[in-house]
């Protein structure tokens, strides 16, 4: 199949463009045609108004990459309007179209899309959410296939997203818990909207996972209200309160931790570590915390799963929570007591802790191993090929 | 075969049952709020002004450190003062806010109790009216 990945950013990014990236090179080598398009910003952390890389066509690890200039955003604006929204406001129409047109100004990307339109089988859009989906899938709605990564956000409400998701040719979900949500939230035809999983690479060797020291717990990814990271620093506080011993929360990330932590006991900054010592540090981890709502599939999950560390996460995620049930590997808890009563149970009973990483990791290989999600997006384009 | 104890069901059943116990114990301790927020106010107020800290030094080598002393507090000393008046006022909020929401628990404290009387006292209103409708019926 000859397929274009539209994605915001590239090769850097966030979860859903490090998804993409890794699914284009796995659909290389199952032999399709597969090529980027983009934008000439850096990535989602640095300045959107910026083309950091020259447009036109470039190679990147043998993957014809088609970059396309980026227009100033405006920025007080975005954050005015995107405050309002993620507050639960609602807009007028004008003002969510004008929200839109600034998440990311590449008008270039949907103009060639539309004329070239008949040369791709499909163009596959990630994530849901940026200017570039929206005005792409309305330049090729029959061949526009959306990779969203949703979950439900106020952003996931707007108009203009509703419009996108039904006039797009198809929808791939990476979670049944996901495309449950796409289904409730756009009135779309089932037979359309299916799920093929994401994508895993197998774990890092690294030394068998036994629990180090006194223990800790760790956490991965951003530090941000929207993943629920201050709701996890609350949580592991009442925990020291009630057993103040030398267990720890190891924080693993590189934005800032606002406010600072300062010499806070108990909680320690490990920062940006490189894959190896990242590997290590979950491998010997009582358990890898996943506290946010806001997921469509949680890569941090996979990624301590596959080397055998359980998983405590909120209850309130849909997605994390039926990971954890269907695979067995981690525990959902919905306040401050579950969370402390989760941490003791796997503190001072090994072997549910055992369990609990092995089950995760056979999960993780069962469902998510590469071949598999190849075989599930080949399938499911084959499906939606069917219905052009 | 596995240990059945470490089936997710028996997990997560174990994890509901230690939380339960856990809210237990907390609500028997009493309010976490009127026990720990004065303390850590009257910590926070005593650390407000940065001012309050002394530069101390050894004293062989004090001579050839005190002027440097001077100099840096005469530097700090503007930024520090501003840093003193934000933390007071924070300090000062803090507390304000603290004793509204502990005023505000005692009212909605003595809310329910009053709701909890008076609904009681219906309770056994409407039970008397049922006796008695069943009395006159013969049932």
């Known amino acids: 199949m000859r397929l274009a990945f539209v994605v915001p950013w590239f090769p850097d990014g966030g979860g859903a463009e490090i998804q993409a990236r890794e699914t284009v090179l796995r659909l290389r080598e199952a032999g399709h045609d597969v090529e980027v398009l983009t934008s000439c910003a850096r990535s989602y952390f640095a300045d959107w108004s910026v083309n950091a890389f020259p447009p036109g066509l470039?190679?990147?690890?043998?993957?014809?990459?088609?970059?396309?200039?980026?227009?100033?955003?405006?920025?007080?604006?975005?954050?005015?309007?995107?405050?309002?929204?993620?507050?639960?406001?609602?807009?007028?129409?004008?003002?969510?179209?004008?929200?839109?047109?600034?998440?990311?100004?590449?008008?270039?990307?949907?103009?060639?899309?539309?004329?070239?339109?008949?040369?791709?089988?499909?163009?596959?859009?990630?994530p849901y959410l940026s200017a570039v989906a929206v005005f792409g899938v309305a330049a090729c709605p029959a061949r526009a296939v959306l990779v969203p990564c949703l979950h439900d956000e106020p952003f996931a409400y707007l108009t203009p997203v509703r419009a996108m998701f039904r006039a797009a040719a198809g929808v791939l979900c990476f979670t049944e818990a996901e495309r449950a949500l796409a289904l409730a939230?756009?009135?779309?035809?089932?037979?359309?909207?299916?799920?093929?999983?994401?994508?895993?690479?197998?774990?890092?060797?690294?030394?068998?996972?036994?629990?180090?020291?006194?223990?800790?717990?760790?956490?991965?990814?951003?530090?941000?209200?929207?993943?629920?990271?201050?709701?996890?620093?609350?949580?592991?506080?009442?925990?020291?309160?009630?057993?103040?011993?030398?267990?720890?929360?190891?924080?693993?990330?590189?934005?800032?931790?606002?406010?600072?932590?300062?010499?806070?006991?108990?909680?320690?900054?490990?920062?940006?570590?490189?894959?190896?010592?990242?590997?290590?540090?979950?491998?010997?981890?009582?358990?890898?915390?996943?506290?946010?709502?806001?997921?469509?599939?949680?890569?941090?999950?996979?990624?301590?799963?596959?080397?055998g560390t359980p998983a405590i996460v909120h209850a309130g995620c849909a997605v994390t929570r039926l990971h954890c049930l269907e695979s067995g590997g981690g525990i959902p808890v919905a306040d401050a007591a579950e969370f402390g009563a989760a941490v003791d149970l796997l503190r001072e009973q090994p072997a549910v802790r055992r369990a609990l990483g092995g089950r995760g990791r056979a999960y993780v290989t069962r469902r998510y191993a590469w071949p598999v999600v190849v075989r599930e997006i080949e399938a499911a384009l084959e499906r939606l090929r069917g219905g052009h | 075969m596995e240990d059945p104890g470490t089936e997710i069901t028996a997990v997560l059943d174990e994890v509901r049952r230690r939380a339960a116990e856990a809210r237990r114990a907390r609500e028997e301790q009493g309010p976490v709020v009127s026990e720990s927020v004065p303390t850590a106010l009257a910590r926070l107020e005593e650390a407000v002004d940065p001012l309050?800290?002394?530069?101390?030094?050894?004293?062989?080598?004090?001579?050839?450190?005190?002027?440097?002393?001077?100099?840096?507090?005469?530097?700090?000393?503007?930024?520090?003062?501003?840093?003193?008046?934000?933390?007071?006022?924070?300090?000062?909020?803090?507390?304000?806010?603290?004793?509204?929401?502990?005023?505000?628990?005692?009212?909605?404290?003595?809310?329910?109790?009053?709701?909890?009387?008076e609904v009681g006292a219906r309770l056994q209103a409407l039970e008397r009216a049922v006796s008695e409708l069943r009395e006159r019926s013969g049932r």
């Open chain 1, 58 to 126: 470039e190679r990147w690890r043998d993957v014809p990459v088609r970059r396309f200039p980026v227009l100033p955003v405006d920025r007080t604006l975005l954050r005015a309007l995107a405050t309002w929204v993620e507050r639960g406001g609602v807009l007028p129409p004008a003002d969510e179209e004008a929200l839109i047109a600034q998440l990311l100004r590449v008008p270039a990307l949907p103009e060639w899309v539309a004329a070239h339109a008949a040369d791709y089988d499909f163009f596959l859009f990630t």
């Open chain 1, 185 to 307: 939230l756009y009135d779309l035809d089932p037979d359309r909207v299916l799920v093929t999983g994401a994508g895993v690479d197998p774990p890092p060797a690294v030394a068998a996972g036994e629990v180090d020291g006194d223990g800790y717990l760790v956490a991965v990814g951003r530090r941000e209200p929207g993943k629920n990271f201050p709701l996890l620093l609350e949580w592991f506080r009442a925990y020291r309160r009630r057993r103040a011993d030398g267990f720890r929360l190891v924080l693993v990330g590189h934005d800032p931790i606002r406010p600072p932590l300062g010499d806070e006991p108990g909680i320690v900054d490990a920062g940006m570590l490189d894959e190896d010592a990242k590997a290590r540090t979950i491998a010997t981890a009582t358990a890898l915390c996943q506290l946010s709502v806001r997921e469509s599939f949680s890569r941090v999950l996979m990624e301590g799963w596959r080397l």
């Open chain 2, 52 to 117: 309050a800290v002394e530069f101390r030094t050894d004293r062989a080598i004090g001579r050839l450190v005190i002027p440097l002393k001077r100099l840096l507090r005469r530097l700090l000393t503007p930024i520090l003062a501003r840093q003193a008046a934000y933390n007071a006022a924070n300090a000062s909020l803090l507390r304000t806010l603290a004793e509204d929401l502990e005023r505000e628990i005692g009212l909605l404290r003595a809310e329910v109790r009053r709701l909890g009387l």
